[in-house]
């Protein structure tokens, strides 16, 4: 009798879980200088107030799905997640030598690789 009340009682418990995070997710358009970036945010909406944020830097094959699934991790475990696009245009490199001449294009001008002035 007392194994049949407990598992009954166990089940009542597990069936009344919080509900999960609800990861919300959006490609996020910004410029720098006159270039065009697309980053991707991600968020669970069922959190109310500030929230810690964290950015992701995406390896040089780009803004692929892999930095996206971590902005969506984060946002699992209570941050917003933003990957942001170091190319432009949300380019992304499959093959290593793609992957250069990525890199090349943003390190050959100083003023694209400068920092931005938030003032």
Known sequence: MHIRVGIALAAAVL????????????????????TVLKGFIAFDDAA???RPGV????EWWG????????A??????GYVGFAL???????VATHPQDAQAFV????????????VSWS
Not at 55 to 58: A, E, S
Not at 104 to 115: H, L
């Open 15 to 34: 069936t009344q879980a919080p509900p999960r995070a609800r990861v919300q997710t959006r490609e996020i358009e910004y410029r720098q200088g006159d």
């Open 48 to 50: 109310s107030g500030k």
């Open 55 to 58: 950015l992701v830097v995406h």
């Open 63 to 70: 803004l692929n799905d892999h930095a996206r699934n971590q």
């Open 72 to 77: 969506r991790r984060l946002a699992e475990a």
């Open 85 to 91: 696009d170091m190319y432009g245009n949300g380019k």
């Open 104 to 115: 090349a294009e943003v390190t050959k001008s100083p003023a694209r690789s400068r920092p």
